[in-house]
């Protein structure tokens, strides 16, 4: 079947003028304007957004389809803007980002730092699914991290997960029975030399879990559960 022919309208458009035209719209927003409304949106949503995301901000003006016509891309742009695209972040450009976050820190960059920098930072599990631990990815990217900062890192981040399944701190009892069906899990008496055995090792323990959940937005009460 032979194509059909454009409508008389399209037909009629003299190239020349549309070519002006389309680069009058594009010429709207320049580069960085178009970056900074970017940013504005990760910083609104807490994460770098999808153009699904963006088109939906009420707050920014741009059309996703303008940031393509500028950068190439969607994600070429997130980049130029340091948005590290969600799905499409590499393993070099992860640790750049956390080498970027520990120069302007002046330290080594922990969880909670990561959670306070989001929009431009990817998520904390991005790390682990990508290195298997924050603290591999940290060593990768060139930061001194012992042995047993990991290992606390990784049993923090369990305490965290097991304290939401059961709505409250976890108790040595919970941990014991936690691990009983995980064999992943460090084990409670692991934890518990972690701190050398004393005299509210696992208080202790609690306490630091506590920090974390308040961290990412979840209170804890003083007995011990979580606010929903």
Not at 25 to 32: E, L
Not at 172 to 201: C, H, P, S, V
Request: proline share 5%.
């Amino acid at each position: 079947m032979a194509p059909k022919p454009p409508y008389r309208a399209v037909a009629k458009i003299d190239p020349a003028a549309l070519a002006s035209f389309q680069a009058g719209i594009r010429k709207r927003y320049s580069n960085d304007q178009i970056l900074a409304e970017l940013r504005a949106s990760a910083e609104r949503l807490g994460r770098s957004p999808t153009m699904r995301e963006f088109a939906a901000d009420s707050e920014t003006s741009v059309h996703p389809q303008t940031v393509i016509e500028h950068f190439g891309s969607w994600n070429e742009a997130k980049r130029k803007a340091g948005l590290v695209p969600r799905r499409f972040a590499t393993r070099e450009e992860l640790l750049e980002l956390l080498k970027g976050l520990g120069e302007e820190l002046g330290r080594i960059p922990t969880a909670r730092d990561i959670e306070e920098h989001r929009g431009r930072m990817p998520s904390k599990s991005l790390y682990w699914h990508t290195f298997g631990s924050l603290a591999s990815a940290l060593r990768e990217a060139g930061f001194d991290v012992p042995v047993g900062e990991e290992r606390l890192e990784r049993a923090l981040e369990q305490g965290v997960e097991l304290a939401r399944a059961l709505g409250r701190l976890p108790k040595f009892a919970d941990w014991a029975d936690a691990r009983r069906e995980d064999e992943a899990m460090l084990t409670e008496w692991q934890i518990y030399r972690m701190f050398e055995g004393r005299k509210g090792a696992w208080s202790t323990f609690q306490f630091l879990i506590g920090e974390r959940l308040s961290a990412a937005g979840t209170a804890v009460g003083s007995d011990g559960r979580l606010d929903s």
